[in-house]
């Protein structure tokens, strides 16, 4: 008899320590750093393109500086330009930044006062989990009082479009009367094909695998579990 309460006893006391170590391996992120990242420095470098599963309206710009600006744009007037991205991930998501820039313009405003252009444009940026459902993320419409507005989502996502296996991003752009040729009027991804820095950036961290040690650990948990409950 005394055996068998031993025996029980060390059961007991060993199952919230084995439950603990098997928790490890599913909770918290990684030490590490992102498990997946993503990122250009111009649209036309080799790979911008590699995970844009959609383009309607648009198309790239490179402009008459030396060395150009470029970035994409509507390619006609009063219908809505769209690029689409999607990223897929092994496990769910638990943390994704975002870096994508915006320009929007008002030559209307600008040829008033002393600015050379024409037309009008708007963006804005929406994201989702399945690329049907969108959620609005940075809207930059047409500058009131201004020639231009330039604004940049770089921060983390809402916590709502997390705890998923896949992210996507959409662009939205409008023009109006904008010549769509060497320039248009709104923009994404604007910067000089010299430019050293990321003018797009996605880095996600996903809920990190359960180690073999914590798998073995919970299985075992489990069995004494089970051998408690049916002695």
Known sequence: MRILD??????????PLLVTVACIGFTGT???????????????????????VDQTNVRKYSEW??????????????????????FNFQQPTTNIFLNVSLASFNFVWGNAHGYFG??????????????SSWQLLLDNPMPVNGVDSYMTYNQNVPASLLGNTSFWIQVRMVV??????????????RSSSAATNNIFEIDVSEIPEPSPVALVAGAFGCLLLMHRRNP
């Open 118 to 131: 024409s037309g009008t444009g708007s963006s804005s940026l929406w994201a989702s989990t399945d690329g």
């Open 176 to 189: 109006d009367n904008a010549p769509n040729s060497s320039y248009t009027d709104a923009q994404f991804s």
């Open 6 to 15: 031993l025996k029980c006893r060390t059961t007991t006391r060993l199952i």
């Open 65 to 86: 500086q030396s060395p150009p600006t470029t970035y994409w744009g509507p390619s006609a007037n009063d219908t809505t330009g769209t690029l689409s991205y999607a």
């Open 30 to 52: 990684k030490a590490r750093g992102a498990d997946f990242s993503f990122g250009y420095n111009y649209v036309y470098a080799s790979g911008a393109d590699a995970y844009l």
